[in-house]
């Protein structure tokens, strides 16, 4: 079975950092990482950075400037570094990837972030 497989999910005090990871398990046939959503308790899940089909990157306004996405082709991943961490970013963290024209979820990683 493919999958979307993230870590590096924790619990931090404000203005601190975490690395999250995506990868790819099982068969890597067309399916490619790319981007983070995440979804507060009570909210809709929301972008939070992504690649886009022709490479570039999309970042939500609320976290410009703290949080960068990248990615290694080679090993078909997608991190998030985020730095300066508040507590208005806890939240469970997804990895979204692509297969064609599907899209694929991961099972999500909690960030905690206490003030």
């Known amino acids: 079975q493919v999958q979307l497989v993230e870590s590096g999910g924790g619990l931090v005090q404000a203005g601190g950092s975490l690395r999250l990871s995506c990868a790819v398990s099982?068969?890597?046939?067309?399916?490619?990482?790319m981007g983070w959503y995440r979804q507060a308790p009570g909210k809709q899940r929301e972008l939070v950075a992504t690649?886009?089909?022709?490479?570039?990157?999309n970042y939500a306004d609320s976290v410009k400037g703290r949080i960068t996405i990248s990615r290694d082709n080679a090993k078909n991943t997608v991190d998030l570094q985020m730095n300066s961490l508040k507590p208005e970013d806890t939240a469970v963290y997804y990895c979204?990837?692509?297969?064609?024209?599907?899209?694929?979820w991961g099972q999500g990683t909690q960030v905690s972030v206490s003030s």
């Open positions: 979204k990837g692509l297969a064609g024209l599907f899209a694929v």
């Open positions: 099982g068969s890597i046939f067309r399916l490619k990482p």
């Open positions: 690649f886009t089909k022709d490479g570039s990157t």
